[in-house]
């Protein structure tokens, strides 16, 4: 990659980068859809991810080509002009970044030569654009040497995707990208923003991904509504026990007040909420005891509490769930918002098979889209690269 950059670089810019960056995308154990309802959660970055390549320049504009938008060539910004625009697609990203180094008291001037490729679907569930936030964050505070440290950067790119994208989404993705260990799989309380490492030990266990390549954009799923009825749930409950977040209701409190929340479909995502996050922290400390079939059946039950409870699977990830089952994996599930995108399932090293061809077949005939499949290992988050990579 260091050398396909550097020459991309080149090309838009005439000089050589002097910095390569890296924030890596990421895969969720399981805790899903619960870090904006202060859940547990337990994502780990991949290896696949978005890299940078800087320059500086003279003067103080900021110029940022992206391979994934080739079409729309080399961007100039500058820093009187940061508010969004709805057909400059991914430079929006990078304004709101830029945005939110203002808000902190930081002046952006030393101005770069950026150039972005990627090796991380879009839209694939994988968070590419919290990584892609994180590292523009990331690049923009080292190069300026700000020194913001790891929880203003995470709150920056979060900023960007709730209130210039006007996405509700939690914690998880820019938490990852930023505090990923290599090896280990994170347990992150979204409530306190604390987390503990675990790790994932790579000569047991295989962890598989499939990207169903049925897009999805967040602002289309529908994502925002579910959060918004959940809020109404936490107000509700509020009545009953002092609580700051949906899940600090346990699931006995939970069941105990089951009944005085009418409203039957807005139950079904409250139940799923509580139950997941019940699950997640079992999870990850049956992954500490390296109990991986008791690991795989909470995987199971979250896919299936997704799928009947949550309702944001669909037929492309259910069947995969569904095959890698029968093929004898540990657990399967979606992973990351649903609708769409990537799911995984979590094998014995020993027992993976040999090859997913009939699977792959079968699903491309049923589906009439091509089927990405990968082994996912766990990376550290967001960094500069020195050396080859
Ligand atoms: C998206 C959001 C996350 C999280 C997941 C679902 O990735 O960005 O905050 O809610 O969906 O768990």
Partial sequence: MKEHIA???????????????????????????????????????????IYAAVSPRIDQSFRVFSEEFPKEGVQTITLDALDYQDDVGF???????????????????????????????????????????????????????????????IRMARYVENVYLRLNTGIMDQYIIANAKAGHALKIDTKLAEHEAIPFNEDALTLILMNTNKKRTLLDSNYNKRVRKLKEAEWHFERYRP?????????????ALRDTFKNQSQLKLVEHVIFENDRAKKAAKALKEEDYAMLGMFMDQSHDSLRYLYEVSVDELDFLVEQNRSLGALGARLTGAGFGGSMIALYEKAKVPNNFDRLRTDYERLFNRELDIRTVHPVAGVHRLEGAF
């Fill in 243 to 255: 609580i700051e977040k949906l899940c600090d209701l346990d699931v006995d409190t939970f069941k």
């Fill in 91 to 153: 430079l929006n990203y990078v304004k709101g970044v830029m945005t939110t180094f203002g808000r902190e008291g930081c002046r952006l001037d030393r101005g770069l030569d950026i150039t972005i490729a990627s090796d991380l679907p879009a839209g694939a569930g994988l968070s590419s654009s919290a990584a892609f936030t994180l590292l523009v964050a990331y690049l923009l505070d080292d190069v300026h040497r700000f020194q913001l440290g790891s929880r203003k950067l």
């Fill in 7 to 49: 020459a991309l670089h080149k090309k838009h810019y005439e000089r050589n980068p002097e910095w390569f960056y890296f924030a890596p995308g990421r895969v969720n154990l399981i805790g899903e859809h619960i870090d904006h309802s202060g859940g547990t959660v337990l994502p780990m970055a991949i290896q696949h991810g």
